[in-house]
């Protein structure tokens, strides 16, 4: 384990970190973090691997350290403006991902989401998109850990509402509302974005000065083009059911009435209703809005974005 946090260097994810000395922090191998110029090289190096190329050791220091931050995207850290930015990059897909992501979040952040600030960069006819670090303050460390270890830990599972439960205990006092609000946002935005990949390692929280934790900004949102229909985590009483009447059938234990639980769907609903302009106001292209389109307007997303919360009223009614 200690050799893992070695290994990985300073540019590991959170705050953890092994010396190489007792009196000073000297990680294992630092070197500079690469800038914007080397995007088109770093592209390169990328299709290298994917095609199982061979890839020369100076190129690997370019895809620094893709392998220690997870995912399953190939992403690599830069730095912009001083600051620390992981990069990731397409696949070569015939969607442009990198740009679809960018304009996810950004959609997100309309929804009332704290999202990670991302930028969508040309790279070869493309994108990749940065996503600045949240467990980086300029060059200080923040600690981080994902919703998957503070489930785990307890024996709880991997779920929405039962991450919101441990809001309750792990954020402030006069936090918490506002908190748990948050991750309800995050998983109805997901439920209608199609972002079913959304499981416990694409939340995280980070711990601050005064040893509460909040959520970390959003991050990894995209619509997965599966039409699964199910999210990676546990939503309600129908399990991982991607449905808004699922989003709002365990309201309470988000610290929400039904009212209030309502109010934010509907709110989520009129800005995703806006996502093909919002799309195509980022840059994406018309062939790439019309995919996406299948997967977002169909009847079983589009549908309930259209009908927004007002099935969900009448139903509660019903069910009184
Ligand atoms: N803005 C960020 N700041 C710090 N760490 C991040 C940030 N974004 C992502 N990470 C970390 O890097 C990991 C991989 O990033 P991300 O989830 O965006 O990549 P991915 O390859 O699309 O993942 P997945 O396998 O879920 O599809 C995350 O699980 C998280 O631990
Ligand atoms: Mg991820």
């Given amino acids: 384990m200690l ?11 959170g705050a953890l970190g092994v010396s190489l000395r007792a009196d000073a922090y000297a990680p294992w191998g630092s070197s500079p973090m690469p800038r914007l110029g080397e995007l088109d090289r770093m592209q390169d190096v990328i299709r290298k691997v994917i095609a199982n190329e061979p890839v020369a050791e100076l190129e690997k220091r370019l895809l620094r350290p893709g392998v220690s931050l997870g995912g399953a995207r190939p992403k690599s850290l830069i730095e912009i403006d001083g600051q620390a930015w992981l990069v990731k990059f397409g696949e070569g897909e015939d969607e442009d991902t990198p740009l679809i992501e960018h ?9 009332g989401i704290d999202v990670a600030q991302t930028r969508a960069l040309p790279v070869q006819g493309r994108h990749a998109v940065a996503v600045r670090r949240f467990d980086r303050e300029a060059t200080a460390r923040v600690h981080a850990v994902s919703a998957h270890v503070i489930l785990r830990a307890l024996g709880e599972p991997f779920g929405y509402p039962q991450l919101a439960q441990q809001l309750r205990r792990l954020c402030r006092a006069d936090d918490i509302e506002r908190q748990q609000e948050q991750l309800f946002r995050r998983m109805v935005f997901n439920i209608l974005m ?3 990949d959304d499981h416990e390692k694409n939340h995280a929280l980070l711990r601050q000065a ?6 970390s900004p959003a991050y990894d949102m995209v619509p997965s083009l599966s039409r699964l229909g199910m999210q990676a985590m546990l939503v309600g009483k ?3 059911d991607s449905t808004l009447h699922n989003a709002v ?16 769907v509907d709110d989520i609903c009129e800005v995703a209703e806006q996502w093909k302009a919002h799309f195509q106001g980022s840059g994406v292209r018309d062939a790439d809005v019309a995919v996406l389109a299948q997967y977002l307007d169909n009847d079983r997303l589009g549908g309930q974005r ?7 009223r ?5 069910s009184r």
Avoid: P
């Fill in 3 to 13: 050799e893992l946090l070695l290994f990985a260097g300073a540019d590991r994810y």
């Fill in 103 to 111: 304009a996810t979040m950004t959609l997100a952040a309309r929804c």
């Fill in 194 to 196: 199609d972002n079913t």
């Fill in 210 to 215: 005064d040893g509460s934790w909040t959520l």
């Fill in 238 to 240: 129908d399990g991982a």
């Fill in 249 to 264: 059938s365990h309201c309470k234990a988000f610290g929400m009435t039904r009212r209030q639980a309502t109010d934010v």
């Fill in 306 to 312: 259209r009908q927004g919360a007002g099935a969900l």
């Fill in 314 to 318: 009448s139903s509660a009614r019903r």
